[in-house]
């Protein structure tokens, strides 16, 4: 479904993204990285809000530079910072974007409002104003506005950032439902919401793909570097803090999960990687910033 070649851009003489590749297909794609990996900046490029310093980016076969408007209206976006008119209601709110994204039959707008709030769980508020919302709240309208016109790619930027975890979860099964009819890429830096419920994922790193495949695929490149061990508090201090994954008080000392090439000393055991693991292990000591 979106297929990026090439794909580059830099901000005066800042590179935001160098020759990104990428593959993503009507599935749930998860994007991680740090903060400022350029994830925001790939997104807007997506979503034709930001044209590219180089290379190409087809979706559904259509070019971004020459089909702009015509990928505009198959994307539906949910930045990351978004702007909600506090004293409209849910209702009239989803029906202004629903008249801007150009569903000229009011009828149709019914119809459609209707159907999104009842997906986001937030049929029994379409009469309450926005500002009597919760942070949860106000992302699933969030979703329900991208989802207006029903858009064969949903690109959705850092959406559980602030969530409380049962609107995380909500909120993650709501993309994970959206995704059986369309392409759902999500950008995170929480490790969590990609497991729970992303098919494939890509590794932003610096601007560059660093890693896109399976999630198995991810936990592997922390294969041979992961150890458990129990460390005394002197040596626990003396460790670089972004070499510990978690750190446990014990009756001895610290019992502590280490990514490391090298084996801490005395009674470390390899241990099986986790998903965080392979990724914390691909972005390595940039956890220190
Ligand atoms: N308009 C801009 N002008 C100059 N530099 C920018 C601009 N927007 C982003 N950048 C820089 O480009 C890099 C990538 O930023 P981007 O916002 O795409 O990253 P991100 O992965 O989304 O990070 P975050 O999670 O913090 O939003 C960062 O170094 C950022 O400072």
Redesign the pocket.
Known sequence: MIEIRNLS?T??H?P??TGVNLEIGQEMFGLL????????????ILSTLLEPTEGTVRVGGLNLLSDAEHIRKMTGYLP?YFHLYPQLTAYEFLDYVAVMKGIKSARERKSQIGEILQQVNLADKAGAKIKTFSGGMKQRLGIAQALLGDPKVLIV??PTAGLDPEERVRFRNLLSRSSLSRTVLL?T?IVADIESSCSRVAV?HR?RIAFAGSLAGLQECAEGLVWEAELSEREFAAYEPHEVVTARRTDHGMLCRIVSATPPAGNAAAVKPTLEDGYLALIGGDRRE
């Open positions: 851009k901000y005066k800042h935001a993204l990285g740090p903060n400022g990996a350029g994830k925001t900046t790939l997104m807007r990351q930027d850092e950008s830096h932003l601007g």
